[in-house]
């Protein structure tokens, strides 16, 4: 049991530095605007809640916005990060569920983690930037959150699984269970 939780930890750990670092290495492609098309902090998150399961996704969720934008200022922590926050917090607990609930079927799993999450951060957006007095529309959520994002709905539908395989493949994967 204390192994398992070692390597819960690490891939954990893994997953929240990678939040952390491909945000800033998406800056470095000749795509503008690449860290808000391709979401490079959602990969990491959906990843965490499917190899470690719900807890460690939700607490991934949390801390790389947190963490990105403390170090970063990246986001900025009002009122987009609370809103990733509250997204991504979102991605981690049901990848993680759903992955275990599906027993393993990938898209199964990122289907609905990934519009659960779309979902919640409409909701925290419209919160959090009327707070701010900042406008927030139905429009703008869907441009923001179906068409600006469509590129990293693609890599996440796409690079996920594939890492999933290799993983199992390589015998990384930690085996599932009730978490």
Do not use: D
Request: proline residues 8%; positive net charge.
């Amino acid at each position: 049991m204390k192994k398992r939780a070692t390597v819960l930890l690490t891939i954990s750990a893994l997953c929240l530095a990678g939040g952390v670092i491909l945000p800033q290495a998406f800056h470095f492609l000749p795509i503008p605007n690449a860290g808000i098309i391709l979401c490079p902090m959602h990969i990491p998150v959906l990843l965490c809640g499917i190899l470690c399961g719900w807890p460690w996704g939700l607490l991934c969720g949390i801390l790389i916005p947190l963490l990105s934008s403390m170090i970063t200022g990246m986001p900025p922590l009002f009122p987009t990060g609370a809103s990733m926050i509250c997204e991504l917090a979102t991605y981690g607990i049901l990848s993680g569920l759903f992955y275990q609930m599906t027993q393993g079927k990938i898209y199964a799993t990122l289907f609905p983690a990934m519009l659960g999450g779309r979902f919640v951060m409409g909701i925290s957006s419209l919160l959090f930037y009327n707070l701010a007095g900042k406008g927030y529309t139905f429009e703008l959520f869907l441009t923001s959150a179906f068409v600006t994002e469509l590129p990293g709905i693609l890599l996440q539908l796409t690079l996920i699984p594939l890492l999933v395989v290799i993983l199992k493949k390589s015998k990384l994967f930690p085996a599932q269970q009730n978490s």
